[in-house]
């Protein structure tokens, strides 16, 4: 069994920085692969970037490029997101995910929600302009 932990949400101006944390446990092999997702109320999940371990490759959405930064520290079982310049249309509950590295990684879909079978509870990111 995988347990997803998120932290580090909160309340900033646009223009401001926050810096997510997952706190993951269970079986490694199970949450190789892992990705943060956000979703407002009325609108789907939508992936934000994701980062398949070993390879080193990383996916972000459009919107978050050059903004975003992914990464995973093995030793500590944590994934992180720094989100920098943010904006109002950041606002979202952010969670993460994971999932067994089932594919190598050319063939990887890591922003797609679908192929994650471990989900947080979610942290609240609210940027006010």
């Known amino acids: 069994q995988v347990q997803l932990v998120e932290s580090g949400g909160g309340s900033v101006q646009a223009g401001g920085s926050l810096r997510l944390s997952c706190a993951a446990s269970g079986d490694r092999y199970s949450r190789d692969c892992m990705g943060w997702f956000r979703q407002t109320p009325g609108k789907e999940r939508e992936g934000v970037a994701a980062?398949?371990?070993?390879?080193?490759?990383?996916y972000y959405a459009d919107a978050v490029k050059g903004r975003f930064t992914i990464s995973q520290d093995n030793a500590k079982n944590t994934l992180s997101l720094q989100m920098n310049s943010l904006k109002p249309e950041d606002t979202a509950m952010y969670y993460c995910?994971?999932?067994?590295?089932?594919?190598?990684?050319?063939?990887?879909?890591?922003?797609?929600?679908?192929?994650?079978?471990?989900w947080g509870q979610g942290t609240q990111v609210t940027v006010s302009s």
């Open positions: 995910a994971a999932a067994p590295c089932a594919v190598v990684p050319g063939s990887w879909a890591g922003l797609r929600g679908a192929i994650y079978n471990y």
């Open positions: 980062i398949y371990p070993g390879s080193k490759l990383t």
